[in-house]
T-cell receptor, first 114, second 112 residues
């Protein structure tokens, strides 16, 4: 079975500072990994996904994540935080079989301070 | 193209009642999944439908059910509502349970 652990339920950064949201996964088979963002009263929007190609994955809004098998990690980063990045971020894992659901972490709420 | 549409956006029901939520996937998508989101449990998988068949099911009681129609639209039903069913219910569609799921804005259900 797959699982995801997001370290830190709440992260606060200053505008312009580095954003680092941590995600560790557990999977008995090669995983597929995702980061989603959720704004208040909205659904989830896919930021980026890792599907066993390049280990450094670039997503939308300047976010990127690096898959590190040895550390079973898939941390999300952004060099410079913007006020509009304030939202909840979810890491998720799946294994591709055509019908395997996403398993989500508990989420990390990102606050950006002016 | 239009995204995933969930109706209604907000719903208030009384304990013991039943409720039906609707999800219209992106045109051409045949897989529809449902998730429940609560502050305590986070995002939990309910079930997935593909071509009108339930292909996968999460660990929820039988009060939670769903179906999918020939046009891929899906409904989920919760019977005998409990206070703990208050949650944001999210629907996601994909071409074939593939690796890019698109989520709707959700239906916020409040049980009083």
């Amino acid at each position: 079975a797959q699982s995801v652990t997001q370290l830190g339920s709440h992260v606060s950064v200053s505008e312009g500072a580095l954003v680092l949201l941590r995600c560790n996964y557990s999977s008995s088979v090669p995983p597929y990994l995702f980061w989603y963002v959720q704004y208040p009263n909205q659904g989830l929007q896919l930021l980026l996904k890792y599907t066993s190609a390049a280990t450094l994955v670039k997503g939308i809004n300047g976010f990127e994540a690096e898959f590190k098998k040895s550390e079973t990690s898939f941390h999300l980063t952004k060099p410079s935080a913007h006020m509009s990045d304030a939202a909840e971020y979810f890491c998720a894992v799946s294994v591709y079989s055509g019908n395997t659901p996403l398993v989500f972490g508990k989420g990390t709420r990102l606050s950006v301070i002016a | 193209k239009a995204g995933v549409t969930q109706t209604p956006r907000y719903l208030i029901k009384t304990r013991g009642q039943q409720v039906t939520l609707s999800c219209s996937p992106i045109s051409g998508h045949r897989s529809v999944s449902w998730y429940q989101q609560t502050p305590g449990q986070g995002l939990q998988f309910l079930f997935e439908y593909f071509s009108e068949t339930q292909r996968n099911k999460g660990n929820f009681p039988g009060r939670f059910s769903g179906r999918q129609f020939s046009n891929s639209r899906s409904e989920m039903n919760v019977s005998t509502l409990e206070l703990g069913d208050s949650a944001l219910y999210l629907c996601a569609s994909s071409l074939d349970g593939d690796l890019e799921a698109f989520f709707g804005q959700g239906t916020r259900l409040t049980v009083v």
